[in-house]
């Protein structure tokens, strides 16, 4: 381990450029992944009402409430340096769900009512407001169209002109809570069943991916690369092929069966062109970081401290956060070798995904499906490395 602060982070680790963002009490402070160290720090008269530090690119959006009748204010700093961008007073009462969009920056603040709103991402200047839809959930973005998911037992996708903020369409969706992805020509929509792929911007289906068909609590967390979406499932990544929907790759996890696993969530995963992490945590707690690096099949294995809730990377340094805080370990590996634990059964190949002809159904919820759990896995102490041994 390189380092550890105590310090408070968002549900999702927030990156702005390279620095990790947190509150230390009301501050919002930005460190260094590779030390841990401070690189600045905001907070001023009204510090103990600073109330949302967000990463959008390579800026930290920092949002504090006015005080006796007086405005907000919402500001950009650079992520590196801290550097002022700009700073302007707005009517938002709070703000939430940022999103770079080329040269605008598309949020939802409440004034009178759940507002979206459209900012020059250089001058910060308001650039248009319209209604939001209810219950909004998340939000993908080209450089000319937003699209906005809505949660519930009614879901909905909306679609707004990014210049003007004009509405664009909107259709029913399935699933409680859905997450739309924008990539290339593509609109990629994933809930707690599926991923769907749609055109845009006119969001015709041309394909459905079922994730799984048994009951977990699903982690909205995905990853992309060159055409290709990194979709989570219990006992594996899968690598999706973003024109088609047709798998083209499975990481499997060791010591883990389709039908009977030791799985208490899908993993929260972090992936970059060469790389890929994953946070898993077995249904007994114990913590697991699974990277695979370059092209290998098998990952490291690393046990992972107590009530780990995700992991990213920011260049060669795991950014872990925990229940008390954040720490960060080197990826490189240059720590002597370590003996090798006790083997554990290997993994059986899920059966294969369901891919329908169409028309696309909403997938079907059904049982967990039977089989005994496998023998437990050894769980080494936090910071070693687990590999299975060589034939």
Not at 281 to 301: C, K, N, Q, T
């Amino acid at each position: 381990m390189l380092w550890e602060r105590r310090i408070k982070v968002d549900d999702v680790v927030q990156v702005a450029g390279t620095s990790i963002l947190g509150k230390d009490g009301e501050d919002v402070v930005a460190l260094a992944p590779e030390t841990g160290a401070e690189r600045w720090r905001a907070g001023g008269v009204l510090k103990v009402y600073l109330a949302v530090a967000l990463a959008v690119g390579d800026s930290a959006l920092l949002f504090q409430p006015g005080l006796a009748g007086a405005k907000a204010t919402l500001s950009a700093r650079d992520g590196l340096t801290g550097q002022e961008r700009w700073s302007v007073p707005t009517d938002c009462g709070s703000l939430r769900l940022p999103i770079a969009c080329g040269a605008r920056i598309a949020a939802v603040c409440s004034k009178d009512n759940q507002t979206l709103i459209a900012l020059d991402a250089t001058t910060g200047e308001e650039l248009w407001a319209t209604r939001a839809p209810n219950n909004t959930g998340a939000m993908a973005c080209d450089d000319e169209v937003l699209h906005i998911t809505t949660v519930g037992p009614d879901g909905g996708l909306a679609s707004y002109s990014l210049s003007t903020g004009e509405a664009r369409g909107a259709r029913y969706v399935t699933g409680y809570y859905n997450a739309p992805i924008r990539s290339g020509d593509k609109l990629l929509l994933l809930d707690d069943l599926a991923v769907w792929g749609y055109t845009a911007p006119d969001q015709e289906i041309v394909w459905l991916h079922s994730r799984d068909q048994r009951v977990l609590w699903f982690d909205m967390s995905y990853g992309l690369r060159e055409g290709q979406f990194l979709l989570p499932r219990p006992d594996s990544i899968e690598s999706i092929d973003i024109q088609t929907g047709k798998v083209s790759r499975r990481w499997t996890f060791p010591g883990l069966t389709y039908e009977s696993n030791q799985m208490a969530a899908t993993p929260f995963i972090s992936a970059s062109q060469n790389r890929l992490l994953a946070t898993w945590v077995r249904e007994d707690g114990s913590p697991y970081l699974l990277i695979w690096e370059g092209d290998a099949d098998a990952p490291r294995v690393l046990a992972g401290p107590p009530y780990l809730m995700q992991a990213v990377v920011v260049g060669d340094i795991i950014v872990e956060k925990t229940e008390t805080g954040v720490r960060g370990f080197t990826l490189l590996r240059t720590d002597p070798p370590r003996p090798d634990p006790p083997a554990i059964a290997p993994a059986a190949p899920p059966p294969p995904s369901f891919q329908p002809p169409g028309p696309f159904p909403p997938p079907q919820r059904s049982p967990t499906a039977p089989g005994a759990p496998p023998p437990p896995m050894p769980h080494p102490s936090p910071g070693e490395e687990w590999k299975p041994p060589r034939e």
